[in-house]
Structure formats: structure tokens, C-alpha cells
């Protein structure tokens, strides 16, 4: 914490344009062999519109050109959408599309002190809880009790695991072992409800 670490390069580009800041990474890239671990601080600062379905691209296609031809990783960052808990324009959707794994980062409702690490698009995660301290570096926070938000509901009957989809159909066919088309669906409904899927008859 006394001194600079030869392992990290940080580039400040607060004072560039769109197209400037991505030049200077692709030089840094280029003249530094032994990069692993890209992070980029605010993607939405590499594109000029974040509703621009050709810009978006032309990005995404960027950092897997890099990730791929440098053999590295790359970690963005990427604003929430304040009123549903989107990532924000079309640059979110396509990074979600995209990305090996999303974590979401939020305050506390409690205590805005403590930031809440959960996962979006990522299995086997267990949440977490940090603050900043005195030192300024975060610290975990031990035995943080979570509350369950959007994020911790089933939203896709792709994201659940086999074990879940079991305990559904056990309690849909726990009162019988056969049913009509429509009793079926009813069942089914009422089956993946009670691990947290809530959704109409056409899923």
C-alpha cells in the first residue's frame, strides 16, 4: 500500500474522446506483451451512443478481438438502469449477451456504507458484502445477512439447475401421478412456483 506495483498499468483517459480512448488501449495492448487482465472502468466511455445497435457491436467485437488474439481477460463496468435493474442501451444487452459472467453491484439498503456483490448471469456464486475502510480498501464483510431482490429470483428456466427443476416437478406430481392437458399445466405452474419461477401458461 506504500508504494506502486510493477504488475499494474493504469491509464488515465478522463480527458480523451470515444475513439481516442480505444486507439490508446489498442497501442497499450500492442506494446505490452505480458498483459493477462484488462479492466475497463466504464465501457460506456469507449462509444459515443449506448443505444446504437452498430456502435455496440463494433465494441463487443473489439474486446473479443482482443481478448482472443492477446490471450487475455476482460473486465468491464456497466451502469444499471436505475428504474428495473437493466444494464443500461443497447451496449448492456449486447455485453449480456456477450459476457462470460455478470456480477451486480449495489448499496445496502441499510447501510449505505456496505456494497452487495450478487450474480446475474453466473451459477454456483455466493454472494458477498464489502465496505471501505479507514485505509481505503475494501474489507469483507463477515455474516452479512442479504435480503432477496430482483435479482435472486428465477427469471429463466435455463439458469436453474437440475436439482431445481426436480423439486418442481415433485411437488407437481405429488398430489397425482397423472393429469389432463389442462390440470397439467395448472400443476406445473403451481410446481415451479414454489421454488420461486412464477410465470404464465405459454412458458
Do not use: C
Not at 484488462?38 to 455496440?56: F, K, T, W
Not at 436505475?82 to 456480477?103: F, P, V
Not at 439498503?109 to 458477498?128: C, L, W, Y
Amino acid at each position: 500500500t506504500d508504494q506502486e506495483n510493477d504488475n499494474i498499468q493504469f491509464l488515465v483517459l478522463r480527458e480523451y474522446t470515444p475513439d481516442q480512448r480505444r486507439d490508446i488501449i489498442r497501442w497499450a495492448l500492442h506494446e505490452e506483451q505480458n498483459i493477462g487482465l484488462v479492466i475497463i472502468d466504464g465501457i460506456r466511455d469507449l462509444i459515443h451512443d449506448i443505444n446504437s445497435p452498430s456502435e455496440s457491436l463494433d465494441i463487443i467485437n473489439e474486446l473479443m478481438r482482443w481478448s482472443s488474439y492477446y490471450e487475455l481477460h476482460i473486465h468491464t463496468v456497466l451502469h444499471l438502469n436505475k428504474g428495473d435493474d437493466n444494464t443500461r442501451g443497447h451496449i448492456g444487452t449486447e455485453l449480456n449477451n456477450k459476457a462470460e459472467t455478470i456480477l451486480q453491484i449495489s448499496k445496502n439498503n441499510e447501510n449505505g456504507k456496505i456494497s452487495e456483490v450478487r450474480a446475474m448471469h453466473i451459477r454456483d456464486f455466493t454472494p458477498f458484502a464489502f465496505e471501505i475502510g479507514e485505509d481505503s480498501l475494501p474489507h469483507l464483510v463477515k455474516e452479512h445477512q442479504f435480503k432477496k431482490n430482483k435479482m435472486d429470483r428465477l427469471t429463466s428456466y435455463t439458469d436453474m439447475t437440475e436439482q431445481q427443476h426436480r423439486t418442481a416437478l415433485e411437488s407437481t406430481f405429488a398430489e397425482s401421478a397423472e393429469y389432463g392437458y389442462q390440470s397439467l399445466l395448472d400443476a406445473l405452474k403451481k410446481g415451479y412456483e414454489s421454488i420461486g419461477y412464477s410465470r404464465g401458461r405459454n412458458t
